[in-house]
C-alpha cells in the first residue's frame, strides 16, 4: 500500500511528522472511536481537546500514552476535514495513500473566544490527482 506523510506545524513550528497507509487511517478511526468511548467524550470533542491541547502549548505530551493519543486525535481532525480542492473532492482521508498533507494549526480570533484553525495543503503523489 501507499503512504503519505502528515506535517504538522503549530504556528509553522514542527509539532509531528506521521507516515501511513489507509488501513493505517482506518484502524486510527477504530481506536480514536474506542478512545473517545472511554473517556465520555465524542471523537468530535475528544479530537477538539487533542488539538487545543497542542495549539496552546505549542508541544506534544511528555506522557508516551497521552502523546500517541494527542497525535491520533489531531489525525481525526485532519482526516475528517472535507477537502477545499475543488479537483479532490471528499474528505482528506480518502486521499491517503495518493497525497501528502501538510497542515498548519494556529488560533484565529473569533467573535465570543478563539478557535483553531486549519492551514491544509494537499499534495498529490503523481499525475492521478491534481
Known amino acids: 500500500m501507499m503512504e503519505s506523510t502528515v506535517e504538522v506545524f503549530v504556528d509553522a513550528r514542527k509539532a509531528f511528522t506521521w507516515k501511513g497507509d489507509q ?74 495513500g495518493a497525497a501528502d498533507f501538510t497542515v498548519d494549526l494556529h488560533e484565529t480570533k473569533v467573535e465570543g473566544g478563539v478557535e483553531v484553525a486549519f492551514n491544509i495543503i494537499v499534495s498529490p503523489h503523481g499525475a492521478g490527482l491534481a
Open 23 to 96: 488501513e493505517t487511517v482506518e484502524r486510527i478511526f477504530e481506536a480514536f472511536t474506542r478512545a473517545a468511548e472511554n473517556v465520555g467524550l465524542t471523537e468530535r470533542q475528544y479530537a477538539d481537546n487533542c488539538v487545543d491541547h497542542l495549539v496552546r502549548l505549542g508541544v506534544l505530551s511528555n506522557d508516551p500514552a497521552g502523546r500517541e493519543l494527542q497525535v491520533i486525535g489531531v489525525l481525526w481532525h485532519i482526516f475528517r476535514s472535507k477537502s477545499e480542492n475543488p479537483d479532490l473532492p471528499g474528505r482528506l482521508a480518502s486521499y491517503v
